[in-house]
């Protein structure tokens, strides 16, 4: 929560003048956004619990609506199947179904009554006629893919082999491949279950779950949320091929053999780089970064489901080569389109594809058929969200469930309605002809596992045809090579072939050969030449299989050349240089090799990934030779500060204070590194690390004075300061290298102000501009005044009304006014934003220090001075803390280092602090609650009075800091027992945990005693969620402003703001009342991925937080303002999961109703 740093009277904010000069401006189009029809939108669509009631399978089918041309008809529903999850085609033409009535509560073991069926159409009238049950006792089963004698198919909690040997679709055995896998989240498990040209089962890993899992061979996996694995089909070996992203749902692959993948939190849609790292939930990237996106978030909703690419000819030009994405949430089919920019896909999110009248139409999958038409599996159901609602609410349908086919004009693929189990080995060879490729790929599996090595020599023969087609050629090289019968010659000739598509797929080959000969270097190397970026990306993945020296030279300068579009090409050579540099031996040796100055550059790209000493003195050693970008030389030096051995950290330390003398501002950052480090290691800070701090909380703590001032209307916390540099959103597509300048995330109402120049014969330069349609808020603007006496405004910008950024290029002709002296103004009067910046002049230009670095850089000194006892810091310190300037996030540092220096002096200061009301209610609870850091002996006795001179949320603050000791437990019992707490303050969230935490068996038995008698606090919040839907308006506006305040620190929407929580983009459609719950009641559904701990430290110490990761010797987790904290391993006595989560439940108290109506009318709008 934010709060203020000084109370402005709207007065101080300058009366705009409004006689102008003429200016001339140019301005981007702004692209018009059709209205939709409110039958697939609105109010039915936006509830958690939809209000409407089920409809029959036509009525729903008549509320759909496609394309001109397009036509959806029913394949099956209830009561012959139950609700689809995942669709699967195998070689005979039929569908796989797995079905679920258990869902979301898993079936005790052994008791399931989840179904697998095969759907078949034998009179070819577009509608299942047959009906074969494979298994009824399946566990919430996801996954499936059909294999020559059954299927593969995930059952909680593994994925089985169900064999069915003689053919009559009956699962005589089931074997398990791997498993145990984790099923404490059953809304995404293991899915989308899709065999690879490479012949291996590649699948996603859902949401919040932790598994394990190895292969017969022995070597194992650990996946975490999100992640995308493969296996083989015998369950001899699985390995992981992506990290990262949160809960994918939909894999499909390209004839290049490119695999394409959805997600439900991340972004909607990738092109997967084997063996890359994507974003996740408080995951940092690793050196070389994250993988890039293939699209941006736009106006999905985060819960897409299923995911497939439109091969061949059925459906019109504009439509094939598109991919097609459920939308569970809003009801409908997405449909994006992608073109390549070299190597690197770029998507582009096209109308949407279908629509449905019906709140409970719910696409959990989207398949293309062997026929060519869509299949779409309906999850049909009045309730769809796991955590919005509870497991058990009664309005979950677990009975009905539709599958439907979408087609063009009624056009099929013949090709695709033919059963391959019965065909030739000649009609099998045609069919790798087939335009379709998922007959392409059922027809290879036929070829390899019914014909198997009596189709070598015809293989063969086909790709020495000439009539062959690339297509053709591409799948009879990967038949051979699953057959062990790949010739050496034949993948040298593929290697050469005239054909890109044949060269790529060749190159992929190389690299599945793991350790391929020598004979194979040269045709690979040859590949980094190709006028083919995507011959040129496979060759760099099969030159990654060759692990010497000769290949990390050859691709540290091919990467010099890779175009700057070319984002997933460029990742793909940093990677594959990172894996080959993780090996010690080659590492070492590359480390040690002399490179070229630029060679010595390129060369850390990839060795700023590898976490070793030789990678870290490498680094170390080019930035002591090599003149770099400064971003260059911090992030290789916080690499090198994380990895070098600690005997070396003094002559760092050396380096970067004489390195960055003048510059204590990077000296900074390169510190809190180095402190980062120690804490991992487990180790202790030395004197050098310590006498640093030192000299750099001398430096930092009274800032300059800023050249750009500020002036916010209202009265705001906040907790740090609110104007900022930033890169512009790339929805405006500035160009990444601009700086702009303006009030942060855009919460925030006032003037920004430059300091005053020399007006220049002219005045260009860029503003992004966000300020949501509404007839509440006036438009923002920027203007130029005259620096004297009269302030006349000279030239002025009226910025439109938009829901998006919006960027402009401003040009104001001012050779009238030429040489006098003027100030720029940013005149922000939304509940958006405006940033200003890329000017044409060097008159102005945007602060070279980021002001909100400045106010953490004070705030570290401070807290510096405190843990390091530098007393002579201290007056400075005291008159920090009793300034009316000083933003109180800067006070609140101040108290804390001053109880550190000297708490026998100053507690009693900050226990009067907590009864000053003139001091806004947040400040004096970062005080309250700061008092629990230090020992009792020390504040017990003031701590105490203080308890009897305050009320509330301070009164809590002040019961948290007691509850971590055993005597702090024993005075809150005494209190209550004596009437002077009541009994049910010791039911609250923070204050529960801590009392039970390391409680002594008598204070358990007090605390049971006490609280035995203590009604169910459910009623209580329940009645407020009402009250406050009750006189809800949601047309109210300015809740941005609030979202800003109190929960953009923890929850991102739009890329904007923390990644603590979940992302909140497309919240609008949870509807009004489960986003009131969720906010007024936050405990009543917590989601594993978001569950807090209570850790009791050596020292006494209590914190509450939310793990984020395990580091070498060191825990991190988060705490409610969205910032991390490390806890060495060694310090800790106990850890205690809780029953809250880290959001805070006291909205109800401190949001009231006028700003619970903005909040919610704001988030209703983000979709």
Not at 132 to 148: A, F, M, R, Y
Not at 201 to 208: L, P, R, S, Y
Not at 898 to 909: E, F, K, S
Not at 1126 to 1155: R, Y
Request: charged share 20%; with cysteine.
């Amino acid at each position: 929560m934010r709060a203020p740093i000084h109370k402005l009277s709207v007065s101080l904010i300058v009366v705009l003048v409004a006689g102008c000069t003429t200016y001339w401006k140019q301005k981007k189009a702004i692209p018009t956004k059709t209205t939709e029809p409110q039958s697939y939108s609105g109010n039915a669509f936006d509830e958690h619990i939809r209000s409407t009631e089920a409809r029959s399978p036509e009525d729903e089918r008549l509320g759909f609506t496609l394309p001109p041309g397009f036509e959806i008809s029913l394949f099956a529903s209830e009561p012959q199947i139950g609700k689809p999850i995942n669709l699967a085609f195998d070689a005979r033409g039929r569908l796989w179904v797995t079905q679920s009535v258990e869902y979301p509560f898993p079936a005790q073991p052994g008791s399931g009554h989840d179904r697998l069926t095969i759907l078949e159409d034998r009179d070819h009238d577009g509608k299942a006629d047959v009906f074969t049950p494979v298994s009824d006792t399946l566990n919430i089963p996801i996954g499936i893919l059909p294999v020559q004698d059954g299927a593969v198919a995930f059952s909680i909690p593994n994925v089985y082999k169900l064999t069915d040997a003689n053919g009559d679709g009956k699962t005589e055995t089931s074997r398990r491949l791997l498993g145990p896998f984790g099923f404490k989240d059953t809304h995404g498990m293991v899915n989308h279950l899709r065999r690879g040209f490479d012949g291996w089962i590649h699948a996603c890993h859902g949401f919040t779950n932790l598994s394990k899992i190895a292969g017969t061979d022995g070597d194992s996996i650990t996946l975490g949320s999100g992640n995308t694995f493969r296996f083989r089909d015998d369950g001899s070996r699985v390995e992981q091929t992506t990290m990262g992203r949160v809960n994918p749902f939909g894999l499909t692959f390209d004839d290049w053999g490119y695999l394409y993948s959805s997600d439900c939190h991340s972004s909607p849609l990738y092109q997967l780089i084997q063996g890359a790292e994507y974003p996740y939930f408080g995951r940092l990237p690793e050196g070389i970064g994250f993988a890039p996106i293939m699209k941006p978030h736009e106006r999905e909703a985060t819960a897409l489901s299923g995911l497939a690419l439109s091969s061949g000819t059925t459906f019109p030009e504009p439509y094939r080569n598109s991919l097609y994405m459920g939308d569970v949430v809003k009801c409908r089919i997405y449909r994006s389109t992608y073109t390549f920019k070299g190597s690197s896909p770029v998507g582009k999110m096209e109308d949407d594809f279908l629509r449905s009248a019906d709140p409970w139409f719910r696409p959990a999958d989207v398949i293309q058929g062997p026929d060519g038409a869509l299949y779409i599996a309906d999850f049909y159901n009045r309730i769809i969200g796991h955590y919005e609602v509870p497991l058990d609410n009664p309005g979950r349908d677990h009975l009905r469930g539709r599958i439907w086919r979408i087609t063009y004009k009624g056009q099929l693929d013949k090709t695709g309605q033919q059963n391959w189990t019965k065909a030739s080995l000649n009609e099998l060879l045609e069919g790798l002809a087939a335009e379709n490729l998922s007959v392409r790929m059922t027809v290879g599996d036929q070829l390899i596992h019914r014909i198997g090595k009596p189709a070598i020599e015809p293989v063969e023969n086909l790709l020495n045809r000439r009539k062959t087609t690339e297509t053709q050629y591409v799948q009879g090289l990967w038949v051979l090579h699953q057959l062990g019968a790949l010739r050496d010659e034949t993948l040298l000739k593929a290697l050469q072939h005239p054909q890109a598509l044949v060269r790529t797929h060749a190159l992929r080959i190389v690299r599945e050969m793991k350790t391929p000969g020598k004979t194979f270097y040269g045709p690979s190397l040859a590949g980094l030449n190709d006028a083919s970026p995507h011959v040129q990306r496979a060759a760099v993945e099969a030159l990654a299989t060759f692990r010497d020296l000769e290949t990390v030279k050859k691709l540290v300068a091919f990467q010099q050349t890779i175009p700057a579009f070319d984002t997933h090409l460029a990742y793909t050579t940093r990677l594959c240089l990172r894996n080959l540099l993780r090996e010690k031996s080659l590492g070492t040796q590359a480390a040690a090799a002399p490179w070229s100055p630029s060679d010595r550059v390129a060369l850390t790209e990839s060795l700023i990934g590898v976490n070793t000493e030789y990678a870290s003195q490498f680094l170390l050693n080019t930035l002591k030779s090599a003149t770099l970008p400064k971003d260059t030389e911090l992030k290789m030096l916080r690499q090198t500060a994380l990895y070098l051995p600690p005997g070396q950290r003094d002559g760092l330390v050396r380096f970067i204070t004489q390195k960055y003398s003048g510059d204590p501002g990077s000296q900074y950052k390169l510190f809190t590194v180095i402190q980062q480090s120690i804490k991992q290691q487990g180790g202790v800070i030395n004197e050098s690390v310590k006498q640093w701090g030192t000299d750099l909380a001398q430096s930092l703590i009274m800032p300059p004075k800023p050249e750009w001032t500020y002036a916010l209307e209202g009265d705001l916390y906040l907790k740090d300061i609110p104007v900022v540099i930033r890169i512009p959103p790339a929805t405006t597509l500035l160009s990444p290298d601009i700086r702009l300048f303006g009030f942060d995330l855009g919460g925030f109402k006032g003037l920004v102000k430059s300091p005053v120049f020399v007006a220049p014969p002219s005045l260009v330069f860029s503003t992004v501009n966000y300020n949501v349609k509404t007839n509440a808020d006036p438009e923002n603007r920027v203007q130029l005044r005259l620096a004297d006496e009269t302030a006349q405004v000279i030239a002025r910008q009226d910025l439109p009304k938009t829901n998006d950024y919006q960027a402009e290029t401003i040009s104001w002709d001012l050779k009238a006014h030429q040489g006098k002296r003027v100030y720029l103004e940013l005149v922000d009067q939304s509940s958006g934003l405006i940033w200003v910046g890329n000017f044409k002049t060097n008159a102005v230009q945007v602060p070279a220090i980021n002001p909100k670095e400045q106010g953490e850089q004070q705030r570290f000194a401070i807290e510096t001075a405190g843990e390091s006892g530098i007393k002579g810091l201290e007056p400075t310190i005291q008159n920090l803390l009793t300034s009316p300037s000083t933003p109180y996030f800067i006070k609140v540092a101040s108290m804390r280092a001053l109880l550190r220096l000297a708490p026998d002096r100053y507690t009693a200061q900050a226990v009067a602090l907590l009864s000053t009301e003139s001091t806004p209610l947040a400040y004096r609870k970062e005080i309250a609650g700061m008092l629990g850091e230090f020992p009792l002996a020390q504040t017990g006795k003031v701590l105490e009075e203080g308890l009897k001179k305050t009320t509330g949320d301070i009164q809590l603050e002040l019961l948290k800091a007691l509850a971590t000791s055993p005597d702090g437990k024993d005075l809150i019992f005494k209190q209550v027992r004596s009437g002077i707490l009541y009994t049910r303050i010791l039911r609250q969230p923070g204050l529960e945990d801590r009392l039970l935490l390391n409680a002594t068996p008598r204070q358990l038995s007090d605390y049971k005693q006490l609280t035995a008698n203590l009604s169910p606090i459910d009623e209580t919040r329940e009645a407020l969620i009402k009250d406050r839907l009750a006189h809800l308006d949601a047309s109210a506006t300015g809740g941005r402003q609030i979202f800003i305040q109190n929960c953009s620190p923890c929850h991102q929407i739009n890329k904007e703001g923390g990644m603590i929580g979940p992302q909140l983009d497309g919240i609008g459609s949870w509807g009004s009342k489960a986003l009131a719950t969720k906010i007024l009641d936050p405990n009543r559904n917590i989601s594993e991925a978001f569950r807090t701990y209570t850790i009791k430290l050596k020292n006494g110490s209590v914190k509450t937080g939310l793990f984020r990761r395990e580091e070498a010797a060191s825990l991190v987790y988060a705490n409610a303002s969205g910032e991390e904290f490390f806890v060495p391993k060694k310090d800790v006595v106990e850890t205690q999961a809780s029953k809250f989560t880290l959001m805070p439940d006291h909205f109800g108290q401190t949001i009231p109703q006028e700003q619970f109506n903005q909040l919610l009318g704001y988030l209703l709008s983000v979709k």
